[in-house]
T-cell receptor, first 115, second 107 residues
Framework: EVQLVESGGGLVQPGGSLRLSCAAS????????MNWVRQVPGKGLEWVSS????????YYTDSVKGRFTISRDNSKNIVSLQMNSLRAEDTAVYSCVAGSASKMWGQGTLITVSS | DIQMTQSPSSLSASVGDRVTITCRASQGISDYLAWLQQKPGKAPKSLIYAASTLQSGVPSKFSGSGSGTYFTLTISNLQPEDSATYYC?????????FGPGTKVDIK
C-alpha cells in the first residue's frame, strides 16, 4: 500500500521555523520527483516546492524562495521541508506529493502561523 | 509563469448526466496536464495525467482530452460519489500551477 505520511506541523509564531517531514512507503521513492503543495482550508491548491529524483535540483514558488528548503533522503525514503521566517500567509495544510503529475498524495499537516 | 484557468467554477447536474470541465493554460504546455479530484476533508486524488491517460484504478467514466492550451475533463454517467472539486494542474514547467477548481454538485 502506498503511503505518504507527513509530520511536523503545528502552531508557530510569525518569524519562527518548522521542519516538515514526509515518510514514503509502498513505492520506489527514488523513482519519483517529490513536491510540497499547500492548501488554505476552503481554498485552492498551491504548489510550493519540488525536488528531483536524485535531489540535485530544487524549485520553489517565489513567495517562499530564500525561506523554505526542500531536501530528500533516498536511503530513508523521506522528503523534508525546512520552513524559516514563517508568515501568517504561510498558514495552510501542507501535503507531500509524489510525481510531477501529482500521482500520490499524503493527508497533509496543518501549519498555523499566528501570535 | 503559466496561469491555469477553469470553467465553470461550479456546476450542478443530475445523476446520469455527462458533464465537461474546461481548463486553459496561459501558454502551451503540450500534454503536461493532470486532473485531480478532491472530496471534502480528503486529500486530492489523481485521475488523469498526460492530459488523457487514466491513473490505474480510475473508472473509465472519467476522460480527458486536449493539448497545448485547451483541455477538458468529461465525467459520464454522473453519480453522487462524483460530487467533488476538480482541479487541473500543469507540470510542463516550474513553477507548477493549479487551476482554481470546479465544484461539481449533484442535483
Amino acid at each position: 500500500e502506498v503511503q505518504l505520511v507527513e509530520s511536523g506541523g503545528g502552531l508557530v509564531q510569525p518569524g519562527g521555523s518548522l521542519r516538515l517531514s514526509c515518510a514514503a512507503s509502498g513505492f520506489t521513492f527514488s523513482d519519483y520527483a517529490m513536491n510540497w503543495v499547500r492548501q488554505v482550508p476552503g481554498k485552492g491548491l498551491e504548489w510550493v516546492s519540488s525536488i528531483t529524483r536524485s535531489g540535485d535540483t530544487t524549485y520553489y514558488t517565489d513567495s517562499v524562495k530564500g525561506r523554505f528548503t526542500i531536501s530528500r533522503d533516498n536511503s530513508k525514503n523521506i522528503v523534508s521541508l525546512q520552513m524559516n521566517s514563517l508568515r501568517a500567509e504561510d498558514t495552510a495544510v501542507y501535503s507531500c506529493v509524489a510525481g510531477s503529475a501529482s500521482k500520490m498524495w499524503g493527508q497533509g499537516t496543518l501549519i498555523t502561523v499566528s501570535s | 509563469d503559466i496561469q491555469m484557468t477553469q470553467s465553470p467554477s461550479s456546476l450542478s447536474a443530475s445523476v446520469g448526466d455527462r458533464v465537461t470541465i474546461t481548463c486553459r493554460a496561459s501558454q502551451g504546455i503540450s500534454d503536461y496536464l493532470a486532473w485531480l479530484q478532491q472530496k471534502p476533508g480528503k486529500a486530492p486524488k489523481s485521475l488523469i495525467y498526460a492530459a488523457s491517460t487514466l491513473q490505474s484504478g480510475v473508472p473509465s467514466k472519467f476522460s480527458g482530452s486536449g493539448s497545448g492550451t485547451y483541455f477538458t475533463l468529461t465525467i459520464s454517467n454522473l453519480q453522487p460519489e462524483d460530487s467533488a472539486t476538480y482541479y487541473c494542474q500543469q507540470y510542463e514547467s516550474y513553477p507548477f500551477s493549479f487551476g482554481p477548481g470546479t465544484k461539481v454538485d449533484i442535483k
